[in-house]
């Protein structure tokens, strides 16, 4: 392994030998390798098992149903597009901060702390776990931004592990300010917030991200992961592609030469920009939701970046590693259409099916571990907060209600049961781990061998987290 010295030199090390946690991960390593496939082949391939199980459960289903089932979950009435774009604008959104000059410095200066790959890979991970809890899409990418910096310092480090340890730090996304579900559940005019649907009231962040056991719980799988990325590190290199440091040409300060260049480069329009965004989020109460999110990241954005032909140029290169999202939107979009179809008059759909055979005979007590276990499930079909919710959501609710759980506390531990159990699953469902692929120019067989670790330790520890917490709330 290497190692840099107080003089700035970096060294080779005496190889280690392996321990408990590099013998797993490279177990898991070498089986990804040889089974998984591209993800958008991947999600082909869930498409084909979800029509296969509706043909197979759903009573009535025929083929000319299932394809209407499918298109409309697309391109039709209940189609995906509006969701979809909120997502990729909080992922472009974040990116393009992370971009602004005055935080890519900060980047810069943040890797050069690192002395070795091991702290390296936990300072990816320190900081993807840091921003993903003020925003999913920053935290989605900052980790893989200071991944490339490490990678630069430490040429002969596994590129694979350290965007991987950037990864991880995603898992806690749900548990953060810009969780979709327990965003959704605060504004009772959103189309996803299904308690107010079902029962007609909402219930507050206090209710949901600001509990106990859900920072708790934060806390503990974060501290759990961290000494994971630091015993799973890899003996061999994985030298990253020379195009992952290309960057952007600067512009050059110049004089403008026409009147359309001269606007370009008037910061004044972007300081008022802000000042408008600003002035509506306080005015309408400082409400957080999924759409104000995306207001006040691009406001800061373009503050940040002070000339909106810089904000400009950020945004197009940022909005460049949203491609293989838009991609398998559609094919996502379908499987909801799929697991919602209805064959028969009165018969039930795949999803309900699946739901309720989780919750089938659930308690108070048991009711929470048994939603994160079928979120966790369902979130390989469906990998988005939001879409997830509103498939998994109303069995989840309905199952509290039937068993006398109707307050607020209550059913807002529902909804983070669902939540984190979509955080778990991404670690193993290759969907949001596409656009760190896209900025550091690698396949998905390079990376998701380590993630599975931190789909176990997740699985494991937040997995207690909702069989403790009916006790305490």
Known sequence: MTELRADGAITEQPTQRRGVMQSLTGLSVRYVERLMPDPYLFAVILTLIVAGLVAALVRGASASGMLTAWYAGVWGRENIFTFAFQMVLILVT??????????????????????????????????????????????????????????????????????????????????????????????????????????????????TIFQPYSWLSAIIVLGVLALAVWRMEPAEALAPDPAVFEEEPEIAGQRSATFAEWLENQWILNVL?????????????????????????????????????????????????????????????????????????????LQTLLAQTLVNGATEYTLPFLTFIGSVVISLFVPSGGGHWAVQGPIAVDSALAIGQQSPAYLGLVSMAVAVGEGVANMIQPFWLLPLLAIAKLNVRQVMGFTIVAFVIGLVVLGAMTLIAPWVI
């Open 273 to 349: 920009l802000f000042a408008a965004g600003i002035t509506y989020f306080v005015a309408s109460g400082c409400a957080l939701n999924i759409s104000s999110m995306i207001m006040l990241f691009t406001i800061t954005a373009a503050l940040l970046h002070r000339t909106p032909i810089r904000f400009i140029r950020a945004f197009t290169g940022a909005a460049k590693v949203s491609g293989p999202l838009l991609l398998q939107y559609p094919l996502y979009g379908g499987l909801v259409g799929l697991l919602a179809y209805q064959g028969a008059e009165g018969s039930t759909p």
């Open 94 to 207: 974040g990116y393009t901060l992370a971009e602004a000059p005055v935080l890519k410095r900060a980047i810069v200066r943040v890797a050069a702390v690192p002395r070795s790959q091991a702290q390296g890979a936990l300072l990816c991970f320190s900081v993807s776990a840091a921003a993903s809890l003020l925003n999913w899409g920053l935290g989605l990418v900052a980790g893989a931004l200071v991944a490339r910096q490490v990678a630069r310092r430490f040429p002969d480090s596994h590129f694979g592990y350290l965007i991987a340890a950037a990864f991880m730090g995603f898992i806690v996304w749900t548990q953060g300010l810009s969780s979709s579900i327990a965003l959704a559940n605060t504004d009772s005019g959103s189309p996803i917030n299904v308690i107010h649907k079902i029962s007609g009231f909402t219930v507050p962040l206090s209710q």
